[in-house]
């Protein structure tokens, strides 16, 4: 019996293997079988390298994500420290108030304003010092980086009075309430305005009325009124009616002036009429036209 003669390829894990110890000459079957080997190794390199590739690219690029989420981190903490502490309120820088101390300003701010200078908001907060503070005008506040406030202000004069409900409201020229008190005493000095449609009067805050136009209207109307040479004279307006308002002057005379339209002009005539009457002298003088006046003498 003849030995079987093995063939010089096998199958191994679904591959073609050639045997090692044979050495079978070279046929157009093996040749061929050779290339198939040749190709299928050449494909088994080319997807190790790929393979290789990819999972090099993967740790390339989660070490670069690694790297990135590091920096981020660190510099996100050394932001935030730095936000945190180097900005934060130490000094409030206090000028041109006179009514008010440095040192109780200071507190204030420090209590009720942001700790980070930073993200202030300095308009709110001038609001806000405006109510606390109601016998302030013209509040500005600026920042001084990275710690630090600057506040200057002016101190607001009382310039007129109202009376509501039996309470006295003491007012700057802007009709701002500065005060409110029982105590009439506190309002010698000031012009008393009798004026009606108030809507609202809160302490730092000015008068509201009913309707929109009257606080443009009252205000422009004692401007004039407290710009003329009398004004020193002048204890009180009625503005009720705005088509018929009167003056008391030095609690001896009524001026009446009508509309409140040339009250300049008005005011001379009236002046000169008083400045030709003799000392003691009480009366009604009327002023509601610029062309000429008349007086009513209350002597007996």
Request: hydrophobic share 35%; with cysteine.
């Given at each position: ?31 061929f ?9 050449e ?35 050394v932001?935030f ?22 040192d ?5 701010v ?17 609001d806000?010092?405006?109510l606390?503070?109601?016998?302030l ?9 990275p ?9 607001d ?44 009067a ?11 136009y ?11 009124i ?28 009524t ?15 009236a002046?000169a ?28």
């Amino acid at each position: 019996m003849k030995n079987k003669k093995l063939m010089p390829y096998e199958f191994k894990d679904g591959k073609i293997i050639r045997r090692k110890e044979e050495s079978a000459p070279l046929t157009h079957s093996r040749m061929f079988i050779d290339s198939l080997i040749k190709e299928e190794d050449e494909a088994d390199n080319a997807e190790a390298l790929e393979n290789a590739k990819a999972n090099f690219d993967r740790r390339r690029a989660r070490d670069i994500t690694a790297r990135v989420s590091t920096v981020f981190i660190i510099t996100a903490l050394v932001l935030f420290l730095l936000i945190t502490f180097g900005f934060k309120l130490k000094n409030v820088n206090v000028s041109g108030i006179t009514v008010y101390s440095a040192d109780e300003i200071t507190e204030w701010v420090k209590e009720n304003a942001s700790e980070n200078v930073l993200f202030m908001g300095t308009s709110e907060l001038e609001d806000k010092l405006s109510l606390a503070f109601p016998k302030l005008k013209n509040i500005t506040l600026e920042k001084d980086f990275p710690n630090s406030l600057t506040l200057t202000a002016e101190d607001d004069s009382p310039a007129y009075c109202i009376t509501l409900d039996s309470e006295h409201y003491i007012l700057s020229e802007t009709l701002r309430v500065i005060s409110r008190t029982s105590d009439e005493t506190l309002t010698e000095g000031l012009i008393s305005i009798d004026v009606k449609d108030i809507k609202k009067a809160v302490t730092g805050e000015k008068i509201e009325f009913f309707y929109d136009y009257q606080y443009d209207y009252i205000k422009n109307l004692l401007t004039d009124i407290t710009c003329h040479d009398m004004s020193d004279g002048i204890i009180s307006v009625n503005a009720d009616n705005k088509f018929d308002i009167t003056i008391n002057y030095d609690g001896r005379f009524t001026v009446k002036i009508g509309a409140g339209e040339n009250v300049k002009t008005k005011l001379t005539l009236a002046k000169a009429y008083i400045d030709g009457l003799p000392d003691g002298e009480k009366g009604i003088i009327d002023s509601t036209s610029t062309e000429k006046g008349s007086y009513i003498s209350l002597m007996k």
